[in-house]
């Protein structure tokens, strides 16, 4: 019987601590990185999608794509890729306003 609850308990733990924590950090935001684009689809979500991408043989090759046409792109859930010194200047100008 505390097996079965151990085992609960653990489960539970863990679905909420790699599933559940990251959904709800991703909509509330804190950083403001959502006002940026993502690389993929769930750059805002824990790293995975960066490992996705750098398995890949060149990641960078999409990257640069994105980088045509935005000078700064979310990569993962606490980082961005800037362009340009320009850009990381844009980035903080943002802040400051």
Same mark, same amino acid.
């Given at each position: 019987?505390?097996?079965?609850?151990?085992?609960?308990? +653990?489960?539970?733990?863990?679905? *909420?601590?790699? /599933?559940?924590?990251? /959904?709800?950090? =991703?909509?509330?935001?804190?950083?403001?990185?959502?006002? =940026?684009?993502?690389?993929? +689809?769930?750059?805002?979500?824990?790293?995975?999608?960066?490992?996705?991408? +750098?398995?890949?043989?060149?990641? *960078?090759?999409?990257?640069?794509?994105?980088?045509?046409? =935005?000078?700064?792109?979310?990569?993962?859930?606490? *980082?961005?890729?800037?362009? *340009?010194?320009?850009? /990381?200047?844009?980035?903080?100008?943002?802040?400051?306003?």
């Amino acid at each position: 019987m505390y097996g079965i609850i151990l085992v609960a308990t +653990a489960t539970l733990f863990f679905v *909420s601590y790699f /599933v559940i924590k990251p /959904v709800v950090d =991703y909509f509330r935001d804190h950083k403001g990185f959502h006002k =940026y684009p993502n690389l993929n +689809a769930i750059a805002g979500l824990p790293n995975i999608d960066f490992i996705w991408e +750098a398995q890949k043989r060149f990641w *960078s090759k999409k990257l640069l794509e994105v980088h045509k046409k =935005y000078p700064i792109v979310q990569i993962g859930p606490n *980082s961005l890729s800037y362009r *340009s010194p320009q850009a /990381v200047k844009l980035h903080y100008s943002d802040l400051c306003i």
